[in-house]
């Protein structure tokens, strides 16, 4: 009996043994099983959701002790979740990334630890990329281009990009996705969902299903590099009318569902301020010109590039000395409806105008009900109070953006509430603020009176074609252009104030009248005066 045991294990072992010679043999990556996935993710989220309890864990939350540790717990967990999505890839990277764009939305912990996965995602390597060609192309690179690069000249969570020449000399970018990240991605995402169910029952003052849901509606499209090529050609149509703009075409015939090869542009990331001194670039025009466009493409188009982070948007200049922006990355794009783009219109046409009763009345036609002051707060990173007065006003202060930080993580709860609260189409746009926000700081361009007026002309232009598409007759379309002329002849007139009120004539003036300005401490200032909560 013994035996026959001994005999049994020795067949089972054998087998074991043979099977996974022959899955090293054949490349298979253990740790890619969804199972083992799964695993790593369900590890890090109990030793999370155990830190928090029990650190936390009969602490008075009033107390100065419950906000240090707070933070502290928040800095180790935010660790441990990037270490996690570093391993298992694809997915959890770019769930990582989402998170590290939203400023302003989540404690600064976990969103400065996970920006450095915008510039240092993990990288495949070069074999896999050579396969994925080899499967998808049904060549060798070798016959396919005169010269490919051995490094990537850019690495994200979902694919790694190479420069390239081909046979008749052109250079191109390939766009090459990670082997196996479609494969994971149904398990990721079930894994993901599971996990913020799970979190959502531990802790029920936040709620974040919104950012599984978001990553199951976008991911396939994210991964159909099909469907990417088809948003470059669309967006270079829409916005074919700024000349500053610069697109990259794309080359079908080199292009699958994990291959896109397009144009190579040059140029240097829109946050490298030593790259455009060196080649003298305007930053304020730059920072200007960004403006127009993404105003245009939220209020005007309705269809929005919602990934503007700095290893997207590249600035250089043409040979005749013009300075351009060159758009990358177009996997991740919002379609905006009609009702929201002019429900979102009215809301920022308040908000620039101070309107505190249009805030509140566009706000609530939003879903964001009595947080409207806090939805303000959020789509301006401005302080309540700078809100009430007029965020064209008052000068941005590095104090009130800290304060703001701190506020934010004080009332988590609501922001949670918010979130879950405002139509989907409007997360996106959120993280599409924060990115941009985060390149105006890195710039030193924070938003003018001069931003604020192009956002007001876009609004009034969007507002205008959407009464017209409701008068008829000619008597109503005619009364409609004249009231839309009026309001942007008011805005000229404006802008010639601001411009003669920031002039040497406007600043002899002031200091004639009033002195020295003076400052205020926002500090001093009580944080539900911050957010509007």
């Not at 015939?253 to 144009?263: A, F, K, P």
Request: glycine share 6%.
């Amino acid at each position: 009996m013994t035996m026959i045991r001994l005999m049994k294990y020795a067949l089972a072992g054998g087998a074991s043994l043979s099977s996974l010679e022959y899955l090293r043999r054949h490349d298979f990556d253990v740790g890619s099983i969804g199972v083992v996935r799964f695993g790593r993710a369900f590890a890090s989220a109990i030793y999370i959701f155990a830190d928090y309890k029990i650190t936390l864990h009969n602490v008075n939350t009033d107390s100065e002790l419950y906000s240090q540790l707070m933070s502290k717990v928040h800095l180790r967990s935010a660790l441990r979740l990037r270490e996690m999505c570093c391993v298992n890839g694809g997915c959890f990277i770019k769930v990582g990334q989402h998170v590290g764009a939203l400023d302003y939305l989540l404690p600064t912990e976990y969103v400065q630890t996970m920006k450095v996965l915008h510039s240092d995602a993990p990288q495949s390597p070069l074999s896999d990329m050579h396969r994925v060609i080899r499967e998808d192309l049904g060549k060798e690179v070798d016959e396919l281009f005169s010269s490919f690069s051995e490094k990537p000249i850019g690495a994200a969570s979902l694919a790694q990009v190479y420069k390239a020449t081909l046979h008749n000399g052109e250079e191109v970018a390939v766009k090459i996705q990670h082997l196996n990240v479609k494969k994971h991605a149904f398990v990721d995402i079930k894994t993901m969902e599971f996990l913020l169910h799970i979190a959502g029952w531990l802790f029920p003052e936040f709620q974040f299903m919104w950012l599984a849901e978001e990553t199951k509606k976008n991911l396939p499209l994210e991964l159909d590099f099909f469907h990417e090529g088809h948003n470059c050609e669309r967006v270079a149509q829409k916005l074919k009318h700024f000349k500053f703009l610069k697109v990259p075409k794309v080359h079908w015939s080199l292009t699958t569902g994990r291959i896109l090869t397009m144009e190579y542009c040059e140029g240097g990331k829109v946050d490298d301020k030593e790259y455009m001194k060196k080649h003298n670039i305007n930053v304020d025009e730059i920072s200007k010109n960004l403006g127009k466009l993404y105003s245009d493409m939220i209020f005007i188009q309705g269809y929005v590039h919602c990934d503007p982070h700095p290893g997207n948007i590249f600035v250089n200049k043409t040979e005749k000395g013009d300075l351009q922006i060159v758009l990358l990355d177009h996997g991740l794009y919002q379609t905006l409806s009609d009702e929201f783009r002019v429900n979102y219109c009215k809301v920022w046409n308040a908000i620039i105008n101070a309107d505190i009763e249009g805030i509140k009345k566009h706000s609530e036609a939003m879903g964001a009900g009595e947080l409207y002051g806090l939805f303000a707060c959020v789509l301006t990173a401005r302080s309540w109070e700078s809100v009430t007065v007029g965020i064209d006003k008052v000068e941005h202060s590095d104090s009130e953006a800290a304060l703001i930080k701190v506020s934010a993580a004080m009332y988590l709860p609501q922001i949670s509430d918010l979130l879950n609260r405002i139509p989907r189409q409007m997360l996106l746009l959120l993280k599409t603020n924060d990115l941009l926000r985060g390149i105006e700081w890195t710039l030193q361009t924070h938003a003018d009176a001069s931003s604020f007026i192009n956002m007001s002309r876009c609004c009034i232009r969007a507002l205008t074609t959407h009464q017209l598409k409701k008068c008829h007759g000619w008597f109503a379309q005619t009364r409609v252009r004249f009231r839309g002329m009026i309001m942007q002849r008011k805005i000229d007139i404006y802008e010639v104030y601001m411009w003669l009120w920031a002039s040497f004539v406007g600043q002899w003036i002031r200091r004639a009248c009033y002195g020295s300005p003076q400052t205020s401490d926002a500090e001093d200032k009580k944080s539900t005066l911050v957010l509007g909560v």
